[in-house]
């Protein structure tokens, strides 16, 4: 279970503020695949890095009674320097799971070749999302955060990480961010949407889903129409 308390956030910049999450308190229950809805920019992306712990909020806190991952596919903790390799076997020893294990799993997962032993700063943004996204399902959360795992990869890629994922979901929750409705529907149970920095939680899914979809459909009919040649 992830427990939202009162969590602010706020980004300052030139004198500016913007608030994506004001003061939200809610409950993802424990069993759960939850859907996390809004539009660009609205803020899930921080939300999830925020319930990851790899993000402070302004004020407020987020508590959880399992282990809860980063958020999958999230490439940005390895270290250059290192290799592949030496990056997974470092994350295997933060989280005290098997150091062999994770990093032969995610050789065989991330298919590398011999790029898996060497700096991870040599690797292209499609061979980080595999390491990444190997790391991530080798590792058993309670929960796991997913930041639009349908696209990391080539489509072979893609269909594999899906897969892995959905056997994941037999025996953990999941907060899922990911703009296919599909892919919400396959693997979410419940919805929340977050708007102006308030999050509301539906216990139904579609119910979740038809009304971000209305907030969509409002916010696409407010945009000014251009006129051609006036």
Known sequence: ????????????????????????SAVFPTGESMALLGRNGAGKSSLLR???GTMLPTSGKVMSDGTVS???????????????????????????VDSDGLV???????ELGANYH???????????SRLAMGTS??????????????????????????????????????????????????????GAVLEHGQLRVFEVLEEAIAYHETLMGVALSAKPKVVVGA
Not at 70 to 87: D, Y
Not at 104 to 110: K, L
Request: glycine share 8%; charged share 20%; hydrophobic share 40%.
């Open 70 to 96: 980063w958020p999958v596919g999230f490439a940005g903790s390895f270290h250059n320097e290192l290799t592949g390799s030496q990056n997974v076997r470092f994350v295997a020893r933060i989280y005290g």
């Open 50 to 52: 925020m319930i990851a």
């Open 137 to 190: 399902m080798g590792i058993d959360f309670d929960t796991y955060l997913v930041d639009e795992v349908s696209s990391v990869g080539d489509a072979s890629f893609r269909a594999k990480s899906k897969t892995v994922f959905l056997d994941r979901m037999q025996n953990s929750s999941s907060v899922v961010v990911s703009h296919s409705m599909p892919f919400i529907r396959e693997t979410c149970t419940m």
């Open 118 to 128: 060497k700096p991870f700063g040599t690797y292209s943004s499609g061979m980080r």
């Open 104 to 110: 032969d799993y995610v050789e065989d997962f991330a």
């Open 1 to 24: 279970m992830i427990v939202i308390d009162n969590l602010t956030k706020i980004y300052r910049r030139e004198g500016k503020q913007t608030v994506v999450a004001d003061r939200i």
